[in-house]
């Protein structure tokens, strides 16, 4: 039988067969404002009461008291899971943010046995790591073609999707952890975050997004793929509330 990471979230789980298949990559993207930290944080809270499994929480947004402080909100005590040992949370400034970050994640989570990830956010680790990268790493032919004019952009761009590629493979070498890579997109863009890339190389892809509808409803999800099992199609309300997230069920959204 499959092994999975229950998110433990009001109504998603079972979008999914009962959870994420344990040991997968899965990218949560949307635009501002669509509850993707408070999902996140709360997959690591349940992670830790409900199953006693332990995580990792990194963050380029935020301060790790700003964390702290946003769990308080919704009754979940991170402080006291730390001192447990069963979550750890680490707020880098993106100004902070060196060639060796990325590999401190992936050595921290083997040797601390971590069984669940998040990184908030690979838009942001993805644009500022590969500035300490050296064009050498690129190979002319990926750089330009008969038909391209060469610019520093491009070099840019390729760094970053370079980047993208190496980290989640890295990822899927460490054994027994599932990962949520929080990711940003754009209402105006075809693609589904905004490195354009991540979308596929992730074993999963979740999309939340925001309507200025008023009331509970304005947020919705949609799980657009997740490899090593079925999912729904379908998209659904999504609430916060004083207690975290629900996942609704299409038909309660006229009730």
Request: glycine share 8%; aromatic share 8%.
């Amino acid at each position: 039988m499959m092994q999975r990471s229950k998110t433990g979230i009001k109504g998603f789980d079972k979008l999914v067969e009962g959870g994420f298949p344990a040991g997968t990559t899965i990218l949560y993207t949307g635009t501002p404002g669509t509850g993707k930290t408070i999902f996140a944080l709360e997959y690591l809270y349940n992670g830790a009461t409900m199953f006693k499994e332990k995580g990792l929480f990194v963050t380029f947004e935020e301060s790790k008291e700003e964390v702290l402080e946003q769990g308080k909100q919704f009754g979940w005590n991170f402080a006291d899971l730390e001192k447990k040992g069963l979550l750890k949370i680490i707020a880098i400034p993106a100004r902070e943010i060196s060639k060796n970050t990325s590999n401190d994640i992936l050595e921290m989570c083997k040797k601390e046995k971590y069984k669940r990830l998040v990184v908030d956010s690979l838009s942001t680790l993805s644009v500022n790591a590969p500035i300490f990268s050296v064009a050498e790493h690129l190979s002319i032919s990926e750089v330009v073609n008969q038909s391209t004019v060469f610019s520093p952009p491009v070099v840019g761009d390729l760094m970053v999707k370079r980047f993208i590629y190496g980290f989640i493979d890295d990822l899927r070498q460490i054994n027994g952890i599932t990962t949520l890579l929080i990711s940003e997109n754009s209402i105006h863009s075809d693609f589904l975050s905004r490195d354009t890339v991540s979308e596929f190389l992730c074993d999963g892809v979740i999309v939340v997004t925001f309507e200025s509808l008023g009331g509970a409803y304005s947020r919705s999800l949609l799980v657009r793929k997740m490899r090593q099992t079925k999912n729904d199609e379908d998209i659904h309300p999504l609430e916060i509330n004083k207690d975290g997230v629900i996942i609704h069920d299409i038909d309660e959204k006229g009730k």
